[in-house]
């Protein structure tokens, strides 16, 4: 290295700033990446996304190649630095030399190209997701040694490693993802979502409706007047009674009924009742 030009040792110094960017900025790209859009995109057969999804799959080995990468262009460029200011201003150079280095990779190596991973990780993640695949291959003898020793560190500390896999959503934490979709998703659909979502805290009394209110069909009425009250109804699902809604006979399905008399122009209660499911009683 002494015998380098000061040009060369310049351009090698330029050159370790921006490999050491580009694996800064790589690991908060990859860390920050929407893991359910990335799932997305895999499905669909993006290639970047299949790359990146199966480099995720192991954290620790990506964390590995990244950070193995991003130490030894800082710790080369630190060395270039010290070279090329004792070339320039001696033994004092070197003090110097040090002090700018640390400003130099404190903000074009490591602030920088961080903050826009963070902002942009889809784009940052899929730019580096052949080259760190590529590097993980070379080298994956070293990451190797590495993550053993680091994983082996953690497992005398009972640190369970975890693998890439997504973490499951709890109901509550489903719903504020579909609340902060914002206009990916029309507010109509969001509000149903939502509504899905709680169902399970509903109780019988919160759906309750008077008996007075309650829409249902008199299957005692003629064949025509039923159809009609069918074509009309508010509901997808109706109660049939008979005479009385305290004496229910089953549930029929609009849509079933329609398609039933689509077939069978000349539906007759019978057979309405047959396709009518048994109705549930909750005391």
Do not use: C
Not at 179 to 194: F, W
Not at 220 to 241: E, G, H, M, R, V
């Amino acid at each position: 290295m002494v015998n380098l030009s000061l040009t060369l040792l310049l351009v090698l110094l330029v050159l370790l700033i921006l490999l050491s960017s580009f694996f800064s900025g790589s690991e908060t790209g990859m860390m920050a990446l929407n893991r359910y859009r990335l799932r997305h995109l895999a499905r669909k057969n993006n290639r970047f996304a299949m790359i990146v999804s199966k480099l995720l799959d192991r954290p620790d080995r990506l964390l590995g190649i990244i950070l193995i990468g991003n130490t030894f262009a800082n710790i080369v460029a630190s060395a270039v630095a010290t070279v090329i200011a004792a070339r320039l201003y001696g033994d004092w150079g070197i003090a110097l030399g040090t002090l700018l280095l640390t400003l130099i990779i404190l903000i074009f190596a490591e602030v920088t190209p961080k903050t826009l991973a963070a902002a942009y990780p889809q784009k940052i993640a899929f730019f580096a997701a052949y080259p760190l695949n590529w590097l993980l291959k070379i080298f994956y003898p070293i990451v190797f040694f590495v993550n053993s020793i680091a994983n082996g560190i953690l497992k005398i500390f009972h640190v369970p490693i975890k693998t890439g896999n997504l973490e499951k959503l709890t109901s509550e934490e489903l719903s504020t993802v579909v609340t902060e979709a914002g206009s990916n998703i029309p507010q109509i659909h969001q509000d149903m979502l939502v509504a899905i979502l709680r169902l399970e805290n509903v109780k019988v009394e919160d759906v309750m409706i008077p008996r007075a209110k309650a829409i249902g069909i008199d299957i005692t009425l003629d064949i025509n007047t039923i159809l009609s009250k069918l074509a009309d109804a508010p509901f997808t699902q109706l109660p049939l009674y008979a005479e009385d809604i305290n004496h229910i006979k089953g549930v029929i399905d609009i849509h079933q009924a329609f398609k039933l008399l689509a077939k069978n122009p000349k539906l007759n209660k019978s057979q309405l009742l047959r396709i009518a499911e048994e109705p549930y009683f909750i005391p």
